[in-house]
């Protein structure tokens, strides 16, 4: 029998939307802690702005037991370097190489298909945008699925309905939504009870979740804590 997860806190280390004394850039990266382990999801663009906000925040790099890259843009992946830098030899669970990953002392592991990494923690697997593969990340709680998505190049619907099909109903989704449709943010509304648009969403997609789901709306922004479950 395996014992599931009862809590979850996730840190927004950089969003696009600034947080009152941290540095700020356009990018994306979360620490997700349980009681069983910390994972980094996503590293921004900057090194300085990961290492101003890690200190910041009070979260010790060294602490981090692995690493999820969503998909290979710079504003995803550029502070890794820092990370790196702090932790040599820390794996990176990625959908398709990143050359430069390994260069900073980073361990890459190419995620083929949906799986569970560690217990209870899942990719969804990469799935495509044109040549682009993505993956998002599923936590599984007792009580809760939590999906972390990166930019949704390949469609948050597409994202949303995979982790469904894999988990069942998810709690909250969190994470940049790319500029999604109104069919689109329907479509994940149904699958979802919380939604957390953030990043390369746009203020179109937040205004209309926020207006037209609104119990569901979650805002978040660099700095942001968020413990689940609420
Ligand atoms: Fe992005």
Request: glycine content about 10%; overall charge negative.
């Given at each position: 029998m395996t014992e599931g997860l009862n809590s979850l806190k996730i840190t927004v280390l950089n969003d696009n939307e600034p947080g009152q004394g941290l540095r700020n850039d356009w990018g994306w990266s979360v620490v997700i802690e349980s009681e069983k382990w910390k994972i980094l999801f996503d590293a921004d663009t900057r090194s300085d702005v990961i290492e101003y906000n890690t200190k910041k925040i009070g979260?010790?790099?060294?602490?981090?037991d692995f690493a999820i890259l969503s998909h290979g843009h710079l504003d995803h992946y550029g502070g890794f370097e820092y990370i790196g830098r702090m932790k040599r030899g820390l794996k990176v669970y990625l959908?398709?190489?990143?050359?430069i990953l390994e260069t900073w002392g980073l361990e890459t592991i190419v995620i083929?298909?949906?799986?569970?990494?560690?217990?209870n923690v899942l990719s969804t697997g990469p799935l495509k945008a044109f040549s682009l593969r993505e993956q998002a990340l599923i936590i599984k709680g007792n009580g809760f699925n939590v999906l972390i998505v990166g930019c949704?190049?390949?469609?948050i619907d597409k994202i949303v309905e995979r982790a469904f099909e894999m988990?069942?109903?998810?709690?909250l989704v969190i994470g940049g939504f790319h500029g999604p449709s109104k069919k689109q943010l329907d479509n994940i509304s149904r699958f979802s009870d919380f939604i957390s648009p953030a990043h390369c969403s746009g203020n179109g997609a937040k205004n209309y979740v926020r207006n037209k789901f609104n119990e569901k709306y979650l805002m978040v922004r660099t700095g942001s804590i968020i413990k689940i479950p609420f």
């Open positions: 979260i010790n790099v060294q602490d981090i959908p398709e190489n990143v050359g083929e298909k949906p799986m569970e990494i560690v217990e949704s190049h390949p469609g988990v069942g109903r998810i709690y």
